[in-house]
């Protein structure tokens, strides 16, 4: 039988590599798990254990698709088996979110916009997070959530429909 061969990034097939895999994704994913479980410390637990699984997995990744496709698929598929979880279904006490999106020494910051997007339901915030926050194209986004194109595209469009409607005259004149 033959071997497979691997397309993995080289960091991850060396002893270091778990150092730069963190170096290089940590601050992104954790962005990224933040904004999906609504929890900073849960998002934490999630960033490792996407790290592990992206580690440990780097035999099975072949290169079909990109590299940021391949571990931020991994990470939001950690966050919905952390929201399936029967005891990590919570929500963040708002002093979480409060610390999340105003800094202690700027209470004066605007968290107007982060907190229209988490209200939104589940699949408009996933466009928009992985499209403003991740800056993903429409076509990576459809890979990473397995849905067309033309789905990623209207759900961004009636994501910013809801975000416009609901930010009404804070951020829009109209």
Known sequence: ????????????????????????????????????????????????????????GAGQFHGGGSETTWITRIAINVCKSYLRSPWKRRRAPAEELDALFAPADDPQVDDTLPRAILALSRPYREVIILHYYQELKAREIAEILHVDISTVTARLSRARSKLRESLKGWYYDE
């Open 1 to 56: 039988m033959e071997a497979v061969e691997s397309n993995a990034p080289s960091y991850l097939q060396d002893e270091d590599g778990f150092a730069r895999l963190l170096d290089d994704w940590g601050d992104r994913l954790l962005r990224l798990c933040t904004l999906y479980l609504k929890d900073v410390h849960l998002a934490e637990d999630a960033v490792q254990e996407t790290m592990l699984k992206a580690w440990r």
